[in-house]
């Protein structure tokens, strides 16, 4: 596989209001020069800065990376559903054209969450409102699955090999909800897609051979070192892309990027990588936590940037 000249990680953040310092957007950028990271305090500043990125590697004839920390996909049988065709492209334009962002961080995902609970005969499969004002459709606790819905993907129960718990992208709310980040992220992703058509590739439902390359990640999977490194009183959100950017770099920089490569190489039937998506690295945390043993410790990957 072709080196990356530069790695950006993305911690996404569906906070209401613009934001910074944990539960906020956080950028981990890793390249030659070190590893540092950016704090945007709202979901438009992050779109512009992923634009700019891009645009600047592609200007510059590098090679870049995009890691971002959400779903990619949704569990199978969802997307044709709701979307009329059983892949995740078909979910990134339908929410694109449904999910509204006003200035400030004002979105209307659990508006868009409720109409597509409205699909199935039951009250989910979308749960979780943190506001005080009801959505109607949306219920607040978590209600039984349609039938024939998974709870997970399949990259959630291979991470969880690993000893990690991803959350069920169908809550919204509550303690390590992600669904609202799925639901404010995928809208995002779809506009970059269209703005380099050609020029940027999505893993897994794409080849991994364009100039850029757009992957989710899944920061957990480097659990125990974030934890280390966040007791000395740094910002987790801002520990995980860090030590994430520098995992990748460091394996796009081995000689023979046997790890990067296999990294990109998930065992999984095409049918359920190209409707659900896949981590990159799910179920080999131990290739990123040696990658970062490689780096010489967690102190430099701190001191650089």
């Not at 039984?144 to 690993?162: E, F, I």
């Amino acid at each position: 596989m072709t080196p990356f000249d530069d790695i950006a990680i993305l911690d996404w953040s569906a906070a209401r209001g613009p934001r910074k310092g944990p539960d906020s957007i956080w950028l981990g950028l890793a390249s030659a020069t070190g590893v540092g990271t950016e704090n945007l305090a709202t979901r438009a500043l992050a779109e512009q800065r992923l634009r700019h990125l891009v645009a600047a590697a592609l200007a510059g004839g590098r090679r870049l990376l995009i890691g971002a920390d959400f779903a990619f996909g949704f569990p199978q049988g969802f997307a044709q559903a709701i979307a009329g065709r059983a892949h995740a492209f078909a979910m990134w334009e339908w929410l694109a054209a449904q999910v509204i962002e006003a200035p400030g961080n004002v979105t209307n995902y659990r508006r868009v969450a409720a109409r597509m609970n409205s699909v199935f005969p039951s009250e989910g499969p979308f749960w979780g409102n943190g506001e005080a004002v009801e959505t109607p459709g949306l219920p607040r606790r978590k209600p039984p699955l349609p039938a024939g819905l998974p709870a997970v993907r399949h990259c959630d129960q291979m991470a969880r090999s690993d000893g990690q718990s991803p959350k069920t992208v169908w809550q919204l709310a509550g303690a390590g909800a992600v669904g609202a980040q799925v639901l404010t992220g995928l809208p995002v992703l779809h506009r970059l897609r269209q703005a380099f058509a050609g020029q940027l590739s999505v893993w897994p439902f794409e080849q991994p051979s364009a100039p850029v390359i757009l992957a989710e990640v899944y920061p957990s999977l480097l659990g125990q070192l974030v934890a280390q490194a966040s007791s000395q009183g740094t910002c987790k959100d801002e520990v995980q892309v860090r030590l994430l950017a520098a995992a990748f770099w460091q394996l796009s920089c081995r000689p023979d990027r046997t790890g990067l490569t296999g990294l990109f190489t998930p065992a999984a039937p095409a049918d359920v990588l190209a409707e659900e998506g896949w981590m990159l690295g799910a179920g080999q945390a131990d290739i990123l936590r040696a990658a970062l043993d490689e780096f010489s410790g967690t102190e430099r990957i701190f001191q650089a940037g």
